[in-house]
């Protein structure tokens, strides 16, 4: 089988080799037709190899490459054809031609016994001539990804020495980090003002976002991994405690005013860690990268750090059904709720469906419980509409259309502590009545 992958390249003229540098003032365009699969391995090597290799010369020789779509598009059907047959020197220099090519990188993967063979040749198109070769055996392909760097080094007879692209096709990187990291405590200080501004709110998008993009910058221009581990600790180490005492103020908050200014302290808070996963996983990559020769570490942000917005529902039939019912069933758990507290069963027994008086004992179970928690001092009130996330406002929305369910719930308090219970209604003569508590 064979496997094609077309690059399109302008190759610095000062990291090529001398007799690659025609003339001066044009950078030689250069084309990589693929790596070509012999009998017995996968296709998909091939594309993996190859795009270990248009890396190699990105990330070591300062290559800017196109994608093999992008070429394709540039070739009419009858050339696409030619070049998926391409399986010879003679092909291969053809296929530069048409392209306009100066010089082609060429490859192949084969396996020889118990070992795989790995080929790459560098071939002058106007002379039709092979003007460097380079072989390597390994007895495991996960041993490829760390050859194929200084494999193209040997090919171009030049060092690896990652530099900026030509100037003339560059956009120049602004936004590159020069700042110095903090210290361990410097940055443990910054995150506990971060953290105090979500635990005391209100809630302020702009400087929460400035103080969370500071952190994450700090993160980012951190020399030491060891450093950037510890940092990456004292971020987490607060992680549990922050998340329960926002949910605690989300649900104990008496006006809606209050709630949603909870929500968007806690929302800012998953939007940080979730952006601190991505900073760590780059990180880590961009290390890996450095060791190999084929890349360098990370120099900047992979993402736009913008104030935390708390999405809200998009209103279809099915979710205003939901919302347009939440109240009324709200007003069923207040009903339950005041005979509780006046322990009135027969008035709270009174508000269930006529399936859940039927099953033995459950309903006095429920009662029973409810008022044992009251007992140990814990309080119920009904929740709020407005504590209810876009997940939740979705799939409860879902439940209610598919199965005739309608979720609403009670928040069970006592002092610093606070949850909510899902409870389940369903709709008998007309009436929302209590399914399951």
């Known amino acids: 089988m064979r496997c094609k992958l077309l690059c399109l390249s302008l190759l610095a003229s000062l990291l090529l080799p001398s007799w690659v540098q025609a003339e ?57 054809r030619k070049l998926l047959g391409c399986d010879d020197e003679n092909c291969l220099v053809e296929l530069a031609g048409t392209m306009g090519a100066d010089w082609l990188i060429g490859g192949s993967v084969g396996k020889l016994g118990d070992v795989y063979v790995l080929s790459l040749m560098l071939i002058d198109s106007k002379e039709g001539r092979v003007t460097s070769r380079i072989s390597k055996t390994i007895e495991k392909l996960k041993e490829a990804p760390a050859l194929m760097g200084p494999m193209v080094d040997k090919l171009l007879g030049s060092k690896a020495r990652p530099q900026p692209p030509v100037a003339a096709l560059d956009r120049p990187d602004e936004e590159a980090l020069t700042q110095k990291p903090w210290s361990l405590t410097e940055h443990k200080r910054k995150f506990v003002a971060y953290r105090d501004s979500l635990v005391s709110g209100p809630f302020d998008g702009k400087a929460m976002a400035e103080a969370r993009r500071a952190m994450l910058e700090d993160l980012v221009v951190e020399v030491m991994p ?123 027994e009174a508000l269930w469906t006529t399936e859940a008086k039927g099953r033995k004992n459950f309903i006095k179970s429920e009662y ?70």
């Open 226 to 348: 060891q450093d950037f581990k510890s940092k990456r600790i004292i971020l987490f180490s607060y992680s549990g405690a922050l998340d329960a005492e926002l949910s605690r103020q989300k649900l104990s908050s008496t006006t809606d005013e209050a709630v949603l200014d909870a929500r968007r302290r806690l929302n800012e808070w998953w939007v940080f860690k979730k952006q601190m996963e991505k900073v760590e996983y780059a990180y880590e990559r961009g290390l890996k990268m450095e060791e190999k020769g084929s890349g360098n570490r990370l120099s900047k942000l992979p993402f736009p750090v913008e104030p935390a917005v708390l999405p809200g529902p998009v209103e279809t039939k099915v979710v205003k059904a939901y919302l347009n019912a939440w109240p009324e069933g709200q007003k069923v758990l207040v009903k339950a709720l005041g005979a509780l507290q006046k322990k009135d069963y027969k008035a709270f």
């Open 24 to 80: 001066k003032g044009k950078a030689p365009k250069v084309v990589l037709p693929g790596i070509r699969c012999h009998q017995g391995v996968d296709a998909g090597v091939g594309q993996v190899l190859g795009d270990l290799v248009l890396e190699a010369l990105l990330n070591r020789h300062s290559i800017r490459a196109m994608g093999p779509t992008d070429v394709i598009q540039l070739l009419k059907a009858e050339e696409q």
């Open 368 to 437: 029973g419980e409810l008022l044992r928690r009251l007992g140990q001092g814990f309080s119920y009130r009904t929740c709020r509409q407005s504590m209810l996330t876009l997940n939740q406002v979705d799939r409860h929305a879902g439940y209610l259309k598919r199965l005739g369910k309608l979720h609403v719930c009670v928040i069970k308090m006592k002092k610093n502590f606070a949850s909510s219970m899902s409870t389940r209604l369903q709709l008998e003569g007309g009436v929302w009545r209590i399914y399951d508590w």
